[in-house]
């Protein structure tokens, strides 16, 4: 089968690998329909995080038709279309039951390898499934493949970010970041406060600022062409935002999100941090009685909860779909790669097929 590679920094390969089976009575094999590239991707791409091994299929995003189930599956059967959280998860221990599915006692992360143990990727035209009833949710038929793909992974990390904000009372709302996480953060915010909330969006990337009205937000503003705490002091009587999303990552967001926030506020953080530091300290959030939120996704949970939403979402203008800004073959990877990586044409968010690619 055709899948996408890893070979070290910045070093991708499409080649022909063996076809995954069944190896555990709680797998199933799903043939894949679309497969997403994700800003998380890039961690293991740059090396950002060591130790992955070579000829690991990459990605974590997807959506298919089961192909096969393993003895043990109670709730899949071949011919179902399913879409998969980003890690697995068996469904039964305690955190799975409480919805922290991202801490599964059993978790694995899709397309991360070391040492010859973990799980390959889903950029490919099959995947290998643990714990298939646990981790694959079945997608109803009002939901297209593109909505379930992004709710496995970025439209449920934008809406837990959102949600975890508590924006019900909140009047001025800021993002950090205009990435596809912060533009679909930015569709559940509005989603979530309703229209009296002023949403602000922050970003250095003009298509990407340009973009954010389509999600709900009320501006699109470079930190590099005005001051941002400027910005949003003028746009809150001089006090800073309520509630601020950051879905960035970097030590330099998230001091950004802490000069942006008003005393009292919330900073609600789901950017993947790979730097050592904060950029604050427990000095800084104590002087601003901060309420600070910060952790991965429970993206399973939360598709149980997102996927019912979006045809409501759809009906009031929120298309999470448009996030998506380039439809390309799976044999095209490589290439793709390059360009999201360096924000070329415009790229946003990057989905992969491979059946023949029907562009909008």
Same mark, same amino acid.
């Given at each position: 089968?055709?899948? !996408?590679?890893?070979?070290?920094?910045?070093?991708?390969?499409?080649?022909n690998?063996?076809?995954?089976?069944?190896?555990?009575?709680?797998d199933?094999?799903?043939?894949?329909?679309?497969?997403?590239?994700?800003?998380?991707?890039?961690?293991?791409?740059?090396?950002?995080?060591?130790?992955?091994?070579?000829?690991?299929?990459?990605?974590?995003?997807?959506?298919?038709?089961?192909?096969?189930?393993?003895?043990?599956?109670?709730?899949?059967?071949?011919?179902?279309?399913?879409?998969?959280?980003?890690?697995?998860?068996?469904?039964k221990?305690?955190?799975?039951?409480?919805g922290?599915? /991202?801490?599964?006692?059993?978790?694995?992360?899709?397309?991360?390898?070391?040492?010859?143990?973990?799980?390959?990727g889903?950029?490919?035209?099959?995947?290998? !499934?643990?714990?298939?009833?646990?981790?694959?949710?079945?997608?109803?038929?009002n939901i297209?493949?593109?909505?379930?793909?992004?709710a496995?992974?970025?439209?449920?990390?934008?809406?837990?970010?959102?949600?975890?904000?508590?924006l019900?009372?909140?009047?001025v709302?800021?993002?950090?970041?205009?990435?596809?996480?912060?533009?679909?953060?930015?569709?559940?915010?509005?989603f979530?406060?309703?229209?009296?909330?002023k949403?602000?969006?922050?970003?250095?990337?003009?298509?990407?600022?340009?973009?954010a009205?389509?999600?709900?937000?009320?501006?699109?503003?470079?930190?590099?062409?005005?001051d941002?705490?400027a910005?949003?002091r003028?746009?809150?009587?001089g006090?800073?935002?309520?509630?601020?999303?950051? !879905?960035?990552?970097?030590t330099?967001?998230?001091?950004?999100?802490?000069?942006?926030?008003?005393?009292?506020?919330?900073?609600?953080?789901?950017?993947?941090?790979?730097?050592?530091?904060?950029?604050?300290?427990?000095?800084?959030?104590?002087?601003?009685?901060?309420?600070?939120?910060?952790?991965?996704?429970?993206s399973?949970?939360?598709?149980?909860?997102?996927?019912?939403?979006?045809?409501?979402?759809?009906?009031?203008?929120?298309?999470i779909?448009?996030?998506?800004?380039?439809r390309?073959?799976?044999?095209? /990877?490589v290439?793709?790669?390059?360009?999201?990586?360096?924000?070329?044409?415009?790229t946003?968010?990057?989905?992969?097929?491979?059946?023949?690619?029907?562009?909008?």
């Open positions: 089968m055709l899948a !996408v590679t890893f070979h070290g920094k910045q070093t991708l390969k499409v080649e690998v063996p076809l995954p089976s069944l190896v555990d009575p709680t199933a094999i799903v043939r894949t329909t679309i497969v997403g590239i994700c800003g998380s991707d890039l961690h293991t791409y740059h090396e950002r995080e060591q130790g992955c091994d070579h000829g690991t299929i990459m990605g974590h995003e997807f959506v298919g038709i089961v192909h096969s189930v393993g003895s043990a599956v109670q709730n899949l059967r071949p011919g179902d279309r399913v879409a998969s959280a980003f890690t697995t998860n068996c469904g221990c305690s955190y799975c039951l409480m922290l599915t /991202a801490r599964c006692d059993h978790s694995q992360l899709f397309g991360w390898r070391s040492n010859s143990q973990g799980l390959h889903a950029q490919a035209e099959y995947v290998r !499934v643990p714990f298939a009833d646990g981790t694959l949710a079945k997608v109803a038929e297209s493949d593109e909505e379930a793909l992004l496995g992974d970025i439209a449920s990390t934008g809406y837990y970010c959102a949600e975890r904000g508590d019900q009372n909140a009047k709302i800021a993002v950090v970041g205009a990435g596809p996480v912060g533009l679909l953060a930015t569709a559940a915010a509005r979530l406060a309703g229209k009296q909330a949403i602000v969006v922050f970003d250095r990337v003009k298509d990407r600022l340009d973009a009205k389509d999600f709900g937000a009320d501006e699109g503003l470079s930190i590099d062409e005005e941002p705490v910005a949003i003028t746009r809150s009587n006090y800073g935002a309520d509630v601020v999303l950051e !879905v960035v990552g970097l330099s967001a998230s001091r950004l999100a802490y000069d942006l926030v008003r005393p009292g506020g919330t900073i609600s953080s789901v950017g993947a941090h790979t730097e050592p530091t904060f950029g604050f300290g427990p000095a800084d959030a104590y002087n601003k009685n901060l309420t600070y939120r910060i952790g991965r996704c429970p399973r949970h939360y598709m149980d909860i997102l996927l019912p939403k979006l045809p409501e979402m759809r009906s009031v203008g929120l298309d779909t448009k996030v998506i800004s380039h390309q073959h799976l044999s095209e /990877a290439e793709w790669y390059t360009r999201f990586d360096q924000k070329l044409d415009g946003i968010k990057v989905v992969l097929t491979p059946n023949p690619v029907t562009k909008k």
